[in-house]
């Protein structure tokens, strides 16, 4: 750690500082700074010795530097500045630059008057710059809070903007963006002739993402929400928005391909400009599980997107059917938009985003990788041979079935071969949340119709629940304690001697009730539940969130042997250890290897791979990597990870005082110079504390790669 207490000090401290090393500053005031042609071959962090009282600058260039992390300081800009002038301004084929948990303004007035917010960007990135993180910071009293015009790999994430006098964020000419977790303007001043956004592309752009960002009408109406126009964009997700504004475009993107719409809430304020705030988008884009205004009183549930209307209060699906207050208008509150329990809204739109708001929880759909110093080319794609089901394989869904909406679940109708006495549902499962029902999979259909021996399995908030019929009863199979992020293994067995529900290897309910499948002639679902179906119909409702693998049916009621392999294939495999020492080798693939019991070694082999050791003391190794981020957990007992550079990306869960006393990481071909370290606040758990990820970014000079331990 180096301490600087003056900018003569700071100066010196920069041209002599080495990958790893953390400037602290004291309080005060370092005026205009150049971080000007500072290159590391790994992160130098410059941050406040104090964040409650954090040094002060007016003005930051970062320009043809590298490898710069500037963290908790005050930029405070005296002046309103001149048209398109900077308060932080990060150019000249920058790269990997963090600004983060800072304070970015220029000068702070009462005043209300459009004149005085008509200079400044807050936070600029331009001049072919890439691989930068904008994060967690207060921008204020500017006219564009953040703008991006020419620049690669960007992240602005988590900043909360206010008092602006045009747009909160604007984009040009970008490639790889996200776009997450920000809060736009309670106050904005825009001139009488302003075209307001609150997220504006101009310009086109590839590779976006734009995820759980809120913009509510404050002190004006008339801000247009996503508005991304003058091109086109080709691989974009929208999702998990709150957007409320008097103006018709909500979301609008006019032209691309491979666009993603989807769980945004997107609701008009009434009597302010429109009548309805809309989504537009190009023909093929997927727009699905949105809440849309709707224009008059043309409110229904239609595509997949729920409708509402505030005209007519005695037509259907008007607001007040869903909320407590969205016809606030002007100084509406998050509070003002949450779903009336029971209602449809808490099946659609940003439902997940806003519960995290309003109750403190952070939602990380997954550790999200940072961008390579040095990005490696994508290998191109391997055509996929038949695969050859293994014998008694009746169905077979091989890979991932990601499900994010109603209209990703997997429906079939009734085929001869799934007609079994006796049988086994195999599966492996990952929740995005466990809030409220989830189907995984289900035979089903409404009470006993057809004659019964219906079969469903879901999620019950955190219970995996099981039910099995025959002719006229039912008996349920559970578990209590699923955790969202986490994968299990699910065997169901079925036949003449009763139901178990096997989990990761061990057996944790059984029935004696007999359900014979041969009388089954019901609609198949995976990743939703047809139990309110007509006899043979299709239909289905409670999707599941979350991935769903390998789900494979038996026409046997196999042990834990029969479902369990020890050497994987040059596929996907999904590897279960028993109770004692195994060894699991998953070869190609992106494998899934459970030790369970024992003292075992897990070899995932090339590919992106999930390795758990369960209890014991377990060696485990995910292999190579193919740029994704591959996850292991030693689980309980003392364990040993070994990492090598060809695995890439790695995140270590479950790391806690509780789980070992001597968990260690063995680096093959890596030393300590090669590497600098930070963490990452994932946010307060539930029972307590944060979630803290130790950050360890690599780069040896050849290939680059990261650890994260959590």
């Not at 997997?410 to 549902?425: C, K, N, P």
């Not at 466990?434 to 995984?440: E, H, K, N, P, S």
């Amino acid at each position: 750690m180096i301490s600087v207490t003056t900018r003569a000090q700071l100066e010196n401290a920069l041209a002599s500082a080495q990958a790893g090393d953390e400037i602290v500053l004291a309080a005060g005031d370092y005026g205009s700074f150049d971080f000007n042609g500072y290159n590391y071959s790994g992160y130098v962090t410059v941050r406040s010795a104090d964040p409650d009282n954090p040094a002060v600058f007016d003005q930051i260039d970062i320009v043809g530097s590298s490898f710069l992390a500037i963290d908790s300081v005050h930029v405070d800009n005296p002046s309103n500045g001149a048209a398109s002038s900077k308060v932080v301004n990060i150019d000249g084929n920058s790269h990997d630059i963090v600004f983060s948990n800072s304070e970015v303004n220029g000068s702070v007035t009462t005043s209300t008057n459009y004149n005085e917010f008509q200079g400044h960007y807050g936070i600029y990135t331009g001049g072919n710059v890439r691989n930068i993180r904008i994060e967690e910071n207060e921008v204020h009293d500017v006219k564009n809070g953040f703008v991006a015009l020419g620049s690669d790999n960007i992240e602005v994430v988590g900043n909360h903007f206010d008092r602006l006098g045009n747009d909160t964020m604007k984009f040009a000419g970008v490639n790889g963006v996200l776009i997450e977790n920000n809060i736009g303007p309670t106050s904005n001043f825009p001139s009488p002739t302003a075209h307001v956004d609150f997220i504006q592309f101009q310009g086109s752009s590839e590779n976006i993402t734009i995820r759980g960002n809120v913009s509510l009408a404050g002190n004006i109406g008339t801000t247009q929400a996503i508005f991304m126009a003058d091109g086109s964009y080709n691989n974009v997700l929208i999702e998990q928005n709150i957007l409320y504004t008097g103006m018709l475009h909500g979301i609008t993107l006019y032209s691309g391909a491979n666009v993603t719409i989807r769980d945004n809430t997107v609701l008009n304020a009434p009597d302010l400009v429109h009548k309805a705030t809309v989504i537009q988008s190009p023909d093929g884009a997927t727009v699905t599980g949105n809440i849309i205004s709707a224009t008059g009183y043309d409110g229904k549930v239609s595509g997949g997107n729920l409708y509402v209307q505030h005209d007519q209060p005695n037509q259907a699906h008007h607001y007040s059917d869903y909320f407590p207050n969205a016809e606030t208008g002007l100084g509406v509150t998050l509070q003002d938009l949450v779903p009336l329990a029971g209602s449809l809204a808490e099946q659609y739109g940003a439902y997940e985003r806003l519960m995290e708001l309003l109750n403190g929880d952070t939602w990380v759909p997954e550790p999200a990788p940072q961008p390579d110093p040095d990005p490696q080319p994508e290998p191109d794609p391997q055509p996929l041979p038949d695969l050859d089901p293994a014998e008694g394989t009746v169905f077979s869904l091989p890979g991932e079935l990601t499900i994010a909406d109603a209209g990703d679940v997997f429906e079939m109708a009734h085929s001869a071969e799934l007609e079994i006495s006796s049988g086994t549902v195999a599966f492996s499962f990952t929740a995005d949340d466990v809030a409220g029902v989830q189907g995984l999979v289900a035979k089903d259909a409404s009470g006993y119709v057809g004659g019964g021996h219906h079969f469903a399995a879901y999620l019950e908030g955190n219970t995996l629940m099981v039910r099995l019929q025959d002719a006229a009863s039912d008996a349920y199979l559970s578990l209590d304690g699923i955790e969202a992020g986490t994968t299990y293994d699910v065997a169901v067995t079925f036949g003449p001697d009763g139901g178990e529900l096997w989990v990761n290897g061990e057996q944790v309910s059984t029935t004696e009730l007999v359900m014979d499948w041969t009388q089954n002639q019901q609609h198949l679902q995976w990743g939703g539940l047809g139990w309110g179906s007509a006899d043979q119909a299709a239909g289905y409702d409670a999707n599941f969130r979350g991935t769903i693998s390998d789900a494979t049916i038996y026409d046997t009621k196999l042990t834990t042997g029969g479902v369990t392999t020890q050497t994987g294939t040059e596929f996907a495999d999904l590897l279960v250890g028993d109770d004692f020492a195994n060894r699991l080798q998953g070869l190609n693939g992106n494998d899934t290897l459970n030790g369970n019991g024992g003292d075992d070694f897990l070899d995932g082999g090339a590919g992106t791979d999930r390795v758990s050791g369960g209890a014991g003391n377990d060696d485990l190794d995910v292999g190579a990597g193919n740029g994704s981020f591959q996850y292991a957990d030693g689980g309980a007992g003392n364990d040993t990870y070994h990492y090598a550079k060809d695995a890439g990306r790695l995140y270590l869960s479950g790391e806690t005082a509780s789980s070992g006393s001597a968990d260690r990481i063995v680096f093959s071909d890596l030393t300590l110079d090669d590497f600098t370290f930070d963490t990452l606040d994932y946010g307060p758990l539930p029972y307590g504390g944060d979630q803290v990820a130790l950050r360890m970014l690599w780069n040896d000079g050849e290939s680059s790669g990261e650890l994260r331990v959590a």
